[in-house]
C-alpha cells in the first residue's frame, strides 16, 4: 500500500484535482510512510525537493479525518521571511481541504491575532520567538489553544541545531508537549546536514516515539562551477554584470558592507540590481523579491538572508563573491539553481584574495566527495539556560526551582548541566538580583526587570540580541533599512553620504531620540559598517582540504585560467614545506610560520600555549597558519612541539588561569551580563578554543579529525542510581591499565557523607579531582591503600562533608602538585591541611632540574616502574557516563599516590 493511497480521500482528490500531480516524489512517499506509522523524522531532500509537502500531506491527512480543537500543527520556520514565503503554498493545501493555516510573527497584527485567538487555525505558521511571546503571555489560553496539538514541523531545521535558538525551540516544544493530550510528533526538514542521525535524537526530546530518518537515494547530478581570480573589487562586480546579463541571479557576499560595494558597481554597469540583506527593510526586501519575480533579467546582491529555502521564483545562476564558509552553505546556495527540466545547478565564484580560490576549490571537493559538515549539538547552552529560567519566571506567576529542573533537565542541550551547577546558578541569581524568590516560586528580579523590562518585556522573548540600530529613512517616511550605531555615531547632518540598498544616499539629519537616519539620494556614497567583530572560524575538515589541495599536484576543470594562475603560484610558494595532514613550517627573516592548516579554534588555543612555552614570543594565529614572533629559531620551536606533545603540559593550573583571564571578553548573549564569572569564562572558552582538538593535533595520528564530541546518547545520570563504577556503560576500548583496588562511585549527598565520615579514621587519603576547562569541578577522587572513591561532583549540591575530611588536620592528603587541587577546591570554599606533596618531595629528592621533570607520569615511571596513560587527561569531564578508560584514569591517579609517598619518604630518610 502506498503512502498516497492511507491519504485521507479528500486529500488524494485534492492532490490530483487541484494540484494536478499524478505521483508523489519519492521522498514523499517514504515520508508519508514513516509520518502516517507516527514516526518522529528528519527528512532530507535538495532545495526545491518537494520536503514541504513531504511532511505536510500526512500531517494535513491526520486533521481532515480527525479535526483538531484548537492548533493541531505547527509549521515552525527559522525567519520570517521563510514564513511569509511559504504562506501561500501552505494556505492553498489547507484550504483545499477544508482547513486553515495562519502565520503569526512580529508582523502580524494584534487585530489578527485577537481574532485567531477567539477562531485558532488548525495549522499555525510561525517562530521560536513568537511561540514564546504566547506561552508567557497572560492573554493567551496556552492549554485551549494547544491541547489538542499532534505534529510539530521545523523547516531548515540545520539552522537551529545546534545554537541557542534551537535549544530555545526545543525548550519550548517541550513545555507544549507538556500542554498538549498527544505524544506530539517532531518532524525536521532539511537539504543538508552531515549528521542527521544525531539531529533526530536532539530532535526527540521527551518524545517516545520511534525515530526514522528519510534520506531516498538521489542520482548523479550536472553540476556547472567556474571559480575566477579578480582582486580589483570594481572589476569583480563588472565581471559578475556581465555573467548575469540576459538571466536571473542570486550573487551571494560574505558581509553587508561588500553586498552595497558590488551592488553598486553592478548598477553602473547597467544590471538591474536588486539587495537583500537584514539592514534593508522589509518593505524593501519585499519590494526586490516581488520585482525580481517579475523581471526577465535582473540581479539580487544578498547575504545568507537568501540562503534558506525562500523561493525567488526561477534563477538562472547563483554567483559567490569569495566563498562561503561552509560545505553546507554552498549546497544550499547552489540548490536554487538547477529546478526548471533542462537546467543544471551552478555556481561561479568571483574571488577577490588568493585565500578565496583555494577555499572554493577545498568546497568544491568535499562536495563532491559527499561530505557536508555535521551539526554540532551542545550539551551545556547556558545562555538558554539563563532565558529559559527568566521565561518560565515570568510566565503564570513564577515557577518553583523544582518545576523548572525537571523541564529543562529533559533538554539534550542542557544534558551536560548538572543539578548542583544548577542550583548553584540559581543562587546566583538570587543574589544578583536576576532572579527573586517568594512563596517558594522563582520570580523575575529587578536587575533583569530594568534590562529586559521595556517594551512588554520584548528583548526577553528572543535568546538573540537584537542589535543596537537606527533606522535609514526619506523625508517622506520611506523606510530603506537600518546602521549600526556606531557607524551612524560618524555621520554629519548635510556632509555625510553613505550606501544602502545598493544606493548612495545623502544624511539630512540624524535625529537621535527616536533613533533614525533621515536621507536624500546622493551621487556617491561609502560603505557603512554593521560590526561583527567575532572572529570567523574555519572548520579543521574544510582548512585540511585546503592543506590536501596545496600538498597535490591535482588540475581542476572548473578553474578559470586567473584561478589556476594562483593555484600554481601558491602551490610554488610551499614547495618543500607542506606535507599532507601535518602541515610544516618555515622561517623567515622576522618569525617563523607553523602551517597547521587545522583551523581557528584548534589555532587559537595552540597560541595560548606556545606564548605560556616561550615568553616574550607574539603569537598571531589565523586558520591556517601560526606566526611567531620573537626569540624563537628552529630549535626552540623543536623544544616548544616537545613541550606541547606531553599531555601533563595541559594541566597546568597556572597555565590556564593566565590563559583564562587573558581571552577577550567578546559578548556572545545578552544574557551574560546575568551570569556568574564562572559560567562566562566557560562560555567564552568553549567558543574560542578546542583543547581537545589541539591536544590531539598536536600529539598527530589518523584520528586528528575525530574531535572529541558528546555522543547524542550520553544522558545525565539521575541523582539516586548510585553504581559501582565497574558497572557503567563502557563506551570505548578498554584503557592500557586497570585500577587493582575496588572502585566505588559516589553521586548523592548521603553517600559522601559516609565516604567523608569513613576516611576521617585513615592516617592519610590520596586527592585528585577532574574539571572541565574552565575549572569547573567535575570528579574528585579519594583513595587509600585498600580502596577508591570517584565522587561526581556535578550531582551533588553539599560539598561540606569533603570541605570537613580536607580540612581535618588529622589526615594527612597526598596530592601531587597540590597548587591544582587547592585552586580548583578553594572556588568551592574548601581548603585543604597537612598536605604531602609528592611533586615537592619528588623535587628535594631529585633537584628541580632533573630530566624528564616531576610531572606524576613521568615520576611514576622513575620511583614505581610503572607506565600511566595519559591520553584521557584532556577528555570531557563533563559528560555522563563516563567512558571506561576515563574511569580508569581517575582511579589510578590516586591510587598511584600512597606508594609513591612511600617510596619518596624512603627515599628521603635515607639521604
Known amino acids: 500500500?502506498?503512502?498516497?493511497?492511507?491519504?485521507?480521500?479528500?486529500?488524494?482528490?485534492?492532490?490530483?484535482?487541484?494540484?494536478?500531480?499524478?505521483?508523489?516524489?519519492?521522498?514523499?512517499?517514504?515520508?508519508?510512510?514513516?509520518?502516517?506509522?507516527?514516526h518522529n523524522a528528519v527528512i532530507l531532500a535538495p532545495t526545491a525537493g518537494g520536503k514541504t509537502e513531504a511532511s505536510m500531506f500526512p500531517t494535513l491527512s491526520g486533521m481532515v479525518d480527525e479535526p483538531p480543537v484548537g492548533v493541531g500543527a505547527l509549521y515552525i520556520a527559522p525567519i520570517k521571511a521563510l514564513l511569509n514565503n511559504q504562506a501561500e503554498r501552505l494556505g492553498q493545501y489547507t484550504e483545499m481541504v477544508g482547513l486553515r493555516r495562519f502565520v503569526w510573527h512580529g508582523d502580524t497584527s494584534s487585530g489578527e491575532r485577537r481574532k485567531f485567538l477567539r477562531e485558532p487555525a488548525e495549522l499555525l505558521m510561525t517562530t521560536p520567538e513568537s511561540l514564546e511571546v504566547m506561552l508567557v503571555s497572560q492573554t493567551v489560553d496556552t492549554a485551549r489553544l494547544f491541547g489538542d496539538l499532534r505534529v510539530v514541523v521545523i523547516d531548515e531545521i540545520h539552522a537551529l541545531a545546534g545554537s541557542d535558538r534551537g535549544a530555545h525551540l526545543l525548550s519550548v516544544i517541550e513545555r507544549l508537549a507538556a500542554l498538549s493530550r498527544h505524544d506530539v510528533q517532531r518532524v525536521g526538514l532539511s537539504a543538508t546536514v552531515g549528521n542527521p542521525d544525531a539531529i533526530l535524537t536532539w530532535l526527540?526530546?521527551?518524545?517516545?516515539?520511534?525515530?526514522?530518518?528519510?534520506?531516498?537515494?538521489?542520482?548523479?547530478?550536472?553540476?556547472?562551477?567556474?571559480?575566477?581570480?579578480?582582486?580589483?573589487?570594481?572589476?569583480?562586480?563588472?565581471?559578475?554584470?556581465?555573467?548575469?546579463?540576459?538571466?536571473?541571479?542570486?550573487?551571494?557576499?560574505?558581509?553587508r558592507a561588500i553586498t552595497e560595494a558590488v551592488a553598486e558597481h553592478m548598477r553602473q554597469a547597467g544590471t538591474e540590481v536588486f539587495?537583500?540583506?537584514?539592514?534593508?527593510?522589509?518593505?524593501e526586501r519585499e519590494l526586490a523579491e516581488a520585482r525580481f519575480h517579475q523581471g526577465a533579467s535582473a540581479c539580487i546582491v544578498c547575504t545568507s538572508t537568501l540562503e534558506l529555502g525562500i523561493d525567488v521564483g526561477d534563477l538562472d545562476r547563483v554567483l559567490q563573491?569569495?566563498?562561503?564558509?561552509?560545505?553546507?552553505?554552498?549546497?544550499?546556495?547552489?540548490?536554487?539553481?538547477?529546478?526548471?527540466?533542462?537546467?543544471?545547478?551552478?555556481?561561479?565564484?568571483?574571488?577577490?584574495?588568493?585565500?578565496?580560490?583555494?577555499?572554493?576549490?577545498?568546497?568544491?571537493?568535499?562536495a563532491k566527495s559527499r561530505w557536508v559538515e555535521s551539526v554540532e549539538l551542545g550539551h551545556r547552552a547556558?545562555?538558554?539556560?539563563?532565558?529559559?529560567?527568566?521565561?518560565?519566571?515570568?510566565?503564570?506567576?513564577?515557577?518553583?526551582?523544582?518545576?523548572?529542573?525537571?523541564?529543562?533537565?529533559?533538554?539534550?542541550?542542557l544534558a551536560g548541566v548538572h543539578r548542583a551547577e544548577f542550583d548553584r546558578l540559581i543562587a546566583w541569581m538570587l543574589r544578583d538580583g536576576s532572579l527573586m524568590a517568594a512563596s517558594g516560586r522563582l520570580l523575575l528580579g529587578p536587575k533583569a526587570e530594568r534590562r529586559f523590562g521595556r517594551r512588554n518585556f520584548m528583548e526577553l522573548y528572543a535568546v538573540f540580541s537584537s542589535p543596537q540600530s537606527y533606522m535609514v529613512q526619506t523625508p517622506n517616511g520611506q523606510m530603506l533599512g537600518s546602521l549600526n550605531q556606531g557607524f551612524v555615531d560618524r555621520l554629519v547632518d548635510g556632509v555625510s553620504c553613505f550606501l544602502l540598498g545598493g544606493r548612495p544616499w545623502a544624511v539630512i539629519r540624524v535625529q537621535h531620540t527616536d533613533r533614525r537616519v533621515v536621507v536624500q539620494k546622493a551621487p556617491r556614497g561609502r560603505k557603512p559598517t554593521w560590526g561583527g567583530f567575532l572572529p570567523q572560524f574555519l572548520g579543521f575538515e574544510l582548512c585540511q582540504q585546503v592543506l590536501e589541495v596545496l600538498s597535490s599536484d591535482q588540475d581542476y576543470v572548473y578553474l578559470h585560467d586567473s584561478a589556476r594562475t594562483v593555484l600554481a603560484d601558491k602551490r610554488a610558494s610551499f614547495d618543500g614545506v607542506l606535507s599532507p595532514r601535518r602541515g610544516?613550517?618555515?622561517?623567515?627573516?622576522?618569525?617563523?610560520?607553523?602551517?597547521?592548516?587545522?583551523?581557528?579554534?584548534?589555532?587559537a588555543t595552540l597560541r595560548y600555549a606556545l606564548e605560556a612555552i616561550g615568553p616574550g614570543w607574539k603569537v598571531v594565529p589565523d586558520n591556517y597558519v601560526i606566526k611567531i614572533r620573537g626569540d624563537v629559531d628552529h630549535v626552540r620551536f623543536a623544544a616548544a612541539r616537545e613541550q606541547l606533545e606531553d599531555p601533563e603540559f595541559w594541566e597546568d593550573e597556572q597555565l590556564w588561569q593566565r590563559v583564562a583571564a587573558s581571552l577577550p571578553n567578546y559578548r556572545l548573549s545578552k544574557f551574560q551580563p546575568l551570569m556568574p564569572p564562572w559560567v562566562e569564562r566557560e562560555m567564552v572558552a568553549e567558543f574560542l578554543l578546542d583543547v581537545a582538538g589541539a591536544w590531539r593535533w598536536v600529539s598527530g595520528g589518523d584520528e586528528l579529525a575525530e574531535r572529541e564530541r558528546v555522543p547524542a546518547a550520553l544522558r545525565r545520570i539521575p541523582a539516586g542510581d548510585a553504581a559501582p563504577v565497574v558497572t557503567v556503560e563502557d563506551l570505548d576500548a578498554a584503557p592500557p591499565r586497570e585500577p587493582s583496588l575496588p572502585v566505588q562511585w559516589v553521586d548523592s549527598d548521603e553517600a559522601l557523607a559516609v565516604v567523608c565520615e569513613r576516611l576521617r579514621l585513615?592516617?592519610?587519603?590520596?586527592?585528585?579531582?577532574?574539571?572541565?576547562?574552565?575549572?569547573t569541578l567535575c570528579l574528585v577522587q579519594l583513595g587509600t591503600r585498600e580502596q577508591i572513591y570517584v565522587i561526581d561532583a556535578l550531582q551533588l549540591t553539599d560539598l561540606e562533608p569533603l570541605g570537613g575530611l580536607l580540612g581535618d588536620p588529622a589526615v594527612v592528603k597526598i596530592i601531587h602538585n597540590a597548587s591544582f587541587e587547592k585552586g580548583v577546591l578553594r572556588r568551592h570554599g574548601i581548603e585543604i591541611s597537612?598536605?604531602?606533596?609528592?611533586?615537592?618531595?619528588?623535587?628535594?629528592?631529585?633537584?628541580?632540574?632533573?630530566?624528564?621533570?616531576?610531572?606524576?607520569?613521568?615520576?611514576?615511571?622513575?620511583?614505581?616502574?610503572?607506565?600511566?596513560?595519559?591520553?584521557?587527561?584532556?577528555?570531557?569531564?563533563?559528560?555522563?557516563?563516563?567512558?571506561?578508560?576515563q574511569l580508569a584514569y581517575a582511579a589510578l591517579d590516586v591510587e598511584v599516590l600512597p606508594p609513591l609517598w612511600d617510596r619518596l619518604q624512603r627515599q628521603g630518610r635515607l639521604l
Open 1 to 38: 500500500m502506498t503512502a498516497f493511497s492511507r491519504f485521507s480521500p479528500r486529500l488524494q482528490q485534492a492532490i490530483v484535482a487541484r494540484l494536478g500531480w499524478k505521483s508523489l516524489r519519492p521522498v514523499q512517499e517514504l515520508s508519508g510512510e514513516a509520518l502516517l506509522d507516527g
Open 204 to 255: 526527540r526530546g521527551s518524545s517516545k516515539r520511534a525515530g526514522v530518518v528519510v534520506d531516498p537515494p538521489h542520482g548523479a547530478a550536472r553540476r556547472r562551477l567556474l571559480v575566477v581570480h579578480e582582486p580589483d573589487l570594481a572589476a569583480l562586480a563588472h565581471g559578475a554584470a556581465r555573467v548575469a546579463k540576459n538571466g536571473k541571479s542570486l550573487f551571494f557576499c560574505q558581509s
Open 275 to 283: 539587495v537583500h540583506h537584514s539592514s534593508v527593510s522589509k518593505e
Open 321 to 366: 563573491a569569495e566563498a562561503p564558509d561552509t560545505v553546507g552553505s554552498f549546497l544550499q546556495r547552489m540548490g536554487r539553481t538547477g529546478r526548471r527540466s533542462g537546467q543544471v545547478a551552478n555556481t561561479t565564484f568571483f574571488c577577490g584574495t588568493e585565500e578565496g580560490v583555494l577555499q572554493a576549490i577545498a568546497l568544491i571537493e568535499l
Open 382 to 413: 547556558w545562555p538558554v539556560l539563563v532565558h529559559q529560567l527568566l521565561a518560565l519566571s515570568l510566565a503564570h506567576d513564577g515557577v518553583s526551582a523544582e518545576q523548572a529542573w525537571r523541564h529543562l533537565a529533559r533538554l539534550p542541550d
Open 584 to 603: 610544516g613550517v618555515e622561517v623567515a627573516a622576522d618569525e617563523l610560520r607553523w602551517w597547521t592548516f587545522a583551523g581557528g579554534r584548534i589555532n
Open 762 to 775: 585513615e592516617e592519610a587519603v590520596a586527592l585528585d579531582v577532574e574539571t572541565t576547562f574552565s575549572r
Open 834 to 885: 597537612n598536605i604531602v606533596d609528592t611533586l615537592t618531595l619528588s623535587r628535594q629528592r631529585h633537584g628541580r632540574d632533573l630530566e624528564g621533570g616531576h610531572k606524576l607520569g613521568e615520576v611514576c615511571r622513575r620511583e614505581l616502574g610503572i607506565e600511566l596513560d595519559k591520553t584521557e587527561q584532556t577528555s570531557n569531564w563533563a559528560r555522563r557516563p563516563l567512558s571506561r578508560r
